[in-house]
């Protein structure tokens, strides 16, 4: 069935149960609401919930467009007039009509339609929306990157047809007023305007059988999942354009862009800051007054061991070259690794004497911060 014709024979804002003058935001909550609820994930074994679902998602993808409700309101105001009209359009498939038999309808019809077709909305070649998704990432996975999946509901390439809107077994043939060009030219006196052809709409090929799971359009609302691939070195929040991985256009328009939107999960032991990577290790009073070599963990899942010099006080922070994060074509990030003086809590007898032995040699830390204090 023609979308034109369709949209004599349907309310679609019945079928939303919205007012007419419903605002844009107001047709896409209620479309969530009940596309959740009919979705056929949910209602395995109802194919009504099926079919109602078919019927709201293509009353939204009309009413979701603001040309196009435009145009589905003219249409439906007109009535009458163009349910006569309808019933004489050939084979029900494509938007064919003759103007020049019309008279005064045909100009009628031919403005609603054409008007319509100029800005984009009905049979109009028209890109694809862009989506975006969320992508959770543990630390690692950012810092390394990873080949993944992401998955989504919305507007698919109608596996029926394979987006080509005709059914299984027909093709798509080309329009006879236009030669598949799409447009007709209009000569007026001197000048020769081109429009868009209004037998094809401007596709330059006409549906002779649409098909049914999609109504002509090669669309159809369904899960999906894209792969995708998430570059070393991806921050927290961070948007990543995945081009030509959106929604399909409709009537061979480009597809839109698929945004992934990434959250990485916090690290037990590793933070970061900017491209470096930061982990603080535990030290003892030993190794901080002697110095000495430590053994570090990195995040490329291997140590690294750090010198450290006698006397390092406990928050001191030493670099590691090279061993942070290194995104594709940046150079790469340092480990920052912070020492943190563990003390011990429950000592031996031996241990007390030896740390009582050091103390009594001590010199009071505090003298000058005193001295200072009253300056
Ligand atoms: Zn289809
Ligand atoms: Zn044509």
């Not at 950012?142 to 507007?155: D, P």
């Not at 480009?254 to 990577?277: C, E, M, S, T």
């Not at 110095?291 to 995040?299: A, H, M, Q, Y």
């Not at 003298?367 to 204090?373: D, F, I």
Request: charge should be positive.
């Amino acid at each position: 069935m023609a979308a034109e014709r369709e949209w004599l024979e349907k309310d679609y804002y019945k079928i939303l149960g919205v007012a007419k003058d419903a605002a844009a935001k107001e047709i896409t909550k209620t479309y969530r609401k009940l596309a959740r609820e009919l979705h056929p994930d949910a209602n395995p074994d109802d194919p009504s919930a099926e079919e109602r679902y078919k019927e709201v998602s293509s009353a939204y993808a009309v009413l979701s467009d603001e040309a196009k409700r435009k145009e589905y309101d003219e249409v439906r105001r007109l009535g009458p007039m163009a349910g006569g009209f309808g019933g004489g359009m050939p084979g029900g498939g494509g938007v064919r009509f003759d103007t020049s038999n019309l008279g005064d309808l045909g100009d009628l019809f031919g403005s609603v339609f054409n008007r319509g077709r100029t800005r984009g909305g009905a049979t109009h070649a028209t890109p694809g929306a862009d989506i975006e998704a969320d992508l959770h990432l543990s630390f690692l996975d950012s810092v390394q990157g990873l080949t993944t999946k992401v998955h989504l509901t919305g507007q698919a390439t109608c596996q029926t047809c394979s987006g080509s809107g005709a059914a299984p077994g027909t093709s798509p043939v080309t329009c006879n007023a236009c030669h598949g060009r799409g447009a007709v030219d209009d000569d007026q006196g001197f000048f020769s305007f081109s429009r868009p052809c209004p037998q094809c709409g401007g596709r330059g090929q006409i549906i002779e059988s649409p098909c049914g799971n999609c109504g002509g359009v090669g669309l159809e609302h369904r899960a999906r999942e894209i792969k995708v691939r998430i570059p070393a070195g991806v921050n927290d929040g961070q948007r990543i354009r995945l081009r030509g991985k959106g929604e399909p256009g409709r009537y061979g328009g480009p597809r839109g862009d698929l945004y992934v939107r990434v959250h990485v999960a916090k690290h037990k032991i590793f933070g970061r800051k900017k491209n470096n990577v930061t982990v603080t290790v535990p030290i003892t009073f030993a190794e901080a007054a002697l110095g000495g070599p430590i053994t570090v963990p990195t995040v490329d899942g291997d140590t690294v061991t750090l010198k450290i010099p006698a006397g390092t006080p406990s928050g001191k922070t030493f670099r590691v070259k090279g061993r942070g994060v290194t995104p594709s074509g940046k150079p790469a990030g340092s480990l920052l690794v912070t020492v943190a003086g563990v003390v011990p809590t429950d000592l031996s007898d031996e241990q007390r004497a030896a740390v009582e032995q050091l103390a009594a040699n001590d010199v009071d830390p505090r003298t000058a911060l005193v001295g200072e204090a009253g300056s």
